[in-house]
Nanobody
Framework: QVYLVESGGGLVQPGGSLRLSCAAS????????MRWYRQAPGKERELVAS???????NYSDSVKGRLSISRDNVRNRLYLQMNSLKPEDTAVYYC?????????WGRGTRVTVSS
């Protein structure tokens, strides 16, 4: 069974930083592409950042230059470093991977950017 467990969310002021973490188990982590999605209140879930098994990264235009995705294939962890946070970054952030055509999701971690 694949398990993805996110952590690191919280309340932060605009301009602040957070580091999200996703612990993965039940998969051969190093061979899978990994993604961070987010879902803001009243909006659809959107792809924020992705990292391939080879370490190539991609970002949505709205977060480029402020958020950084990385992975630790020894600890089976995915990270999202979030800097210069804005109120519009407020959302629940989800870790995602895909295996055999099936998407796997964590329960999410909530990020609130507010003064």
């Amino acid at each position: 069974q694949v398990y993805l467990v996110e952590s690191g969310g919280g309340l932060v002021q605009p301009g602040g930083s957070l580091r999200l973490s996703c612990a993965a188990s039940g998969i051969n982590f190093k061979i899978h592409d990994m993604r961070w999605y987010r879902q803001a209140p009243g909006k659809e879930r959107e792809l924020v950042a992705s990292v391939t098994s080879g370490g190539s990264t991609n970002y949505s235009d709205s977060v480029k230059g402020r958020l950084s995705i990385s992975r630790d294939n020894v600890r089976n962890r995915l990270y999202l470093q979030m800097n210069s946070l804005k109120p519009e970054d407020t959302a629940v952030y989800y870790c995602n991977t895909r295996r055999g055509g099936t998407d796997f999701w964590g329960r999410g971690t909530r990020v609130t950017v507010s003064s």
